[in-house]
C-alpha cells in the first residue's frame, strides 16, 4: 500500500455549475458511517498530530485549502488538499498533520466508523512502536 492514495471524483455538472456525489463503496471504498467538517481554523492552527488504529478514511477539501502531512513510521510525505474533486485516503496506521489552512478551507472527512477516541494514537513515540509490532 502507498502512503499516498488518491480518489479522483467524477464532477457532474451543466451550464449551473459542478456537483460531486459521493457513494459508499463505490467512490469511497468502504461503507460510510460518519461524516465531519473541519472549517474556519484560525491562522497559524495546525491539527491532527495522530494516527487511528482501524479507522479508514477519505479526505476532501471541499473549499480552499490544507497541506496533510502523512508519516508510516518510514516515510514522511507533505500532500496540498486543494480541490474537490480529490479524496485522500487515510488508513494502515498513518500518522497525519494539517497546516497551512487557508481562511475559506472546509474540509470534509468520511469515515468507516463512529467516534471512537479509543482508536486514537496521539502519542508519536506509541505510534513507532505500533509501527513495529
Ligand atoms: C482525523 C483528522 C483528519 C468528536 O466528538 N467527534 C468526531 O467525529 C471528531 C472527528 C472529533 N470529535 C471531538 C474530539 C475532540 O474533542 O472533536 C474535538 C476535535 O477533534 P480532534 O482534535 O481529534 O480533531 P483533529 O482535527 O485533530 O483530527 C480530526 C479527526 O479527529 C481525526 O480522526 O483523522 O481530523
Avoid at 464532477?11 to 460518519?34: M, N, V, W, Y
Wanted: proline fraction near 2%; aromatic fraction near 10%; charge should be negative.
Amino acid at each position: 500500500m502507498h502512503l499516498v492514495n488518491w480518489i479522483n471524483f467524477p464532477t457532474l455538472g451543466d451550464e449551473r455549475g459542478s456537483l460531486i456525489a459521493l457513494e459508499a463503496e463505490k467512490h469511497i471504498p468502504f461503507a460510510i458511517k460518519r461524516v465531519y467538517y473541519i472549517f474556519n481554523t484560525k491562522a497559524g492552527v495546525a491539527r491532527g498530530f495522530h494516527a487511528h488504529k482501524a479507522l479508514k478514511q477519505v479526505a476532501v477539501c471541499v473549499s480552499g485549502k490544507c497541506k496533510m502531512l502523512l508519516d508510516n513510521g518510514h516515510e514522511k510525505v507533505e500532500v496540498w488538499l486543494d480541490s474537490p474533486n480529490k479524496g485522500l485516503v487515510l488508513e494502515d496506521l498513518t500518522w497525519r498533520e494539517m497546516h497551512d489552512f487557508s481562511e475559506d478551507c472546509v474540509l470534509l472527512v468520511l469515515a468507516s466508523e463512529h467516534y471512537d477516541e479509543l482508536d486514537y494514537i496521539r502519542n508519536y513515540e506509541e505510534f513507532l512502536k505500533q509501527v513495529k509490532t
